[in-house]
């Protein structure tokens, strides 16, 4: 996993996209269905599965049910994940039989900007859509997962450009304005539970649905989140700390990540 | 009936300058071989549909065939950008390319009405996103609708209705008769929603024996059917081929330089020279 920041104490023994990653799958139980998008998603998914998880149902957006890949699928349609898949479904298929009803417990998701109402921009940077900073590859599944699924987790590196007051373009609704907005828009599931970050983790207050820093990695502090964080971030009145990685998730993750081909490129 | 022809003639006979075309194939089953063929047949001023465009269309993109680009998702799976598609767009180079830019759920309801013969189709979906602003110049192919039967707030998405599809297939019989199996996306809807199509395929049998999974398109469901084995290389024909993932990572510096691109498309795609 090269070319995110490498924010961890030398002493840690794991690098901050390595505990992201396993705090990410640890958020997955057992049975579950999990409608997972490609990247960090994608891996901590397949982590969970290969340890804690063995019964998590991954669901690509490519229309396999049930994959089973041996090894981290480079993109969403992957050989492997056909070849070891449940069902294999055509793609208006998985969104209108299997997401848009609600079928599916968990959207796991990532994001280039995250809102303090964890709305999701994956679509372009800067103000001016015809005029962008930053052309970003767009929507893909991601508006109706974060519409759909019962519950959303969103893996995120975090820093002041990931993490805006206001996302420059809503691709994908978290809780849009606040309280209420979802209801406005029809939008069945319950939205971002978790939003999982190379620092710690955040969950929206019941009730004004910001996003809350509630757990914190070891030896990182809340100073050092707040710097990343482009609102004013509230901290939760019992803030928590991560367990870090076990040897047997790291070994299983780093399994995983050395069998990319070109060793992961640029993920 | 289906013509069974080599890949030039029925690229030429059906792909033309000004036409909207799909080339779908969701990761897999890509028809890559077609897409260079259209590159070097020089078409121009195509609008280019497709859920993921990926490296085919940006090499289309690159190459100066298309006009507008009609998507949902435009990344290089697993790797990042999609270069020659960004400087397109951030920098109109090697012209200005007009988006119209929906979600994979909303284009994929869009095939499927192409496809039933309908004007629209109903989904949940787009409500609270940018992706019904101005900007994202879905105007006239989103509209809000209401369930004439609950009231409930919906969504309609309007056909797409390309003039021309192409896909990949793993294979053909002799009468045109088109079979593909795997992950099968949504390449039957687009034939089936298109005026006219091409299925490259890997191999051309005597006889198709059912595969599980296996999607059939009739052979009078497709205009033009031609063999070109590894057509859909760097992605994948399922019992046929593997992706070949180093070439995704690979074309991410072949393409961030306009030089570099313009020198592969001489060598890989018209076969001038050689590295």
Not at chain 2, 43 to 60: A, C, F, N, S
Request: hydrophobic share 40%; aromatic share 8%; proline share 6%.
């Amino acid at each position: 996993m090269t070319g995110g920041p490498v924010t961890e104490s030398p002493q840690a023994g794991y690098s901050s996209d390595e505990i992201m990653t396993v705090t990410a799958a640890r958020a997955l139980h057992d049975g579950m269905t999990c409608f997972v998008g490609i990247g960090l998603p994608s891996d901590a998914a397949n982590l969970a599965r290969r340890t804690h998880a063995p019964n998590l149902v991954l669901i690509y957006e490519s229309g396999t049910i049930g994959a089973k890949p041996g090894s981290l699928p480079l993109s969403i349609g992957d050989g492997i994940l056909a070849e070891t898949a449940d069902a294999v479904v055509s793609v208006p298929e998985i969104f209108n039989y299997w997401l848009q009803p609600g079928r599916i417990g968990i959207g796991f998701l990532g994001a280039a900007q995250i809102d303090k109402f964890a709305n999701i921009n994956t679509t372009v940077i800067g103000a001016d859509y015809a005029e962008p900073k930053v052309r970003l590859p767009g929507a893909g599944g991601a508006p109706e997962i974060a519409a759909s699924c019962r519950e959303v987790i969103v893996v995120v590196r975090q820093t002041l450009r990931t993490f805006v007051h206001r996302v420059d373009f809503v691709t994908s609704v978290g809780f849009g304005d606040g309280p209420g907005s979802r209801k406005y828009f029809g939008l069945t599931g319950a939205g971002p539970q978790k939003v999982i970050t190379d620092l710690g983790v955040l969950e929206p207050d019941p009730q004004t649905c910001e996003l809350v820093l509630t757990a914190v990695y070891p030896g990182v502090s809340v100073a050092a989140v707040r710097e990343r964080t482009g609102w004013d971030l509230r901290i939760s009145a019992d803030l928590g700390e991560i367990a870090p990685p076990r040897p047997a998730e790291l070994a299983v993750l780093r399994d995983l990540i050395a069998a990319l081909p070109s060793e992961g490129a640029a993920r | 009936m289906a013509e069974i022809v080599s890949l030039a003639e029925a690229i030429a006979e059906t792909v033309h300058d000004g036409d909207t075309v799909a080339m779908e194939g969701f990761t897999h089953l890509i028809p890559h071989a077609a897409g260079r063929e259209v590159i070097r047949q020089g078409r121009r001023g195509l609008t280019l549909v497709r859920m993921t465009p990926d490296v085919i269309y940006d090499q289309l993109i690159g190459a100066g065939c298309a006009r507008k680009l009609v998507f949902s998702w435009a990344g290089n799976p697993g790797v990042g950008s999609l270069h020659r598609f960004r400087d397109a767009v951030e920098r109109c180079w090697p012209g200005p390319l007009e988006l119209e830019e929906h979600s994979h759920a909303g284009m994929a309801n869009r095939y499927v009405a192409g496809a039933s013969g309908l004007p629209f189709a109903v989904l949940r979906g787009y409500n609270g996103t940018g992706l019904l602003g101005p900007g994202a110049n879905t105007h006239a192919s989103i509209a809000e609708i209401a369930c004439p039967f609950t009231g409930e707030r919906l969504t309609a998405v309007a056909a797409l209705r390309p003039d021309v599809a192409v896909t990949h297939a793993q294979r053909a019989d002799r009468a045109g008769n088109v079979q593909f199996w795997g992950i099968t996306g949504v390449q039957k809807e687009a034939v089936l929603a298109s005026a006219r199509s091409v299925v490259t395929v890997e191999e051309i049998v005597d006889e198709l024996h059912p595969k599980p999974g296996a999607v059939v398109l009739p052979t009078w469901a497709v205009g033009y059917v031609a063999a070109a084995p590894g057509g859909a290389h760097p992605s994948y024909a399922l019992d046929y081929t593997a992706r070949d993932n180093d070439f995704y990572v690979a074309w991410d510096a072949i393409s961030r330089d306009r030089e570099t691109f313009l020198r592969w498309v001489d060598e890989h795609v018209f076969g001038k020279g050689s590295s």
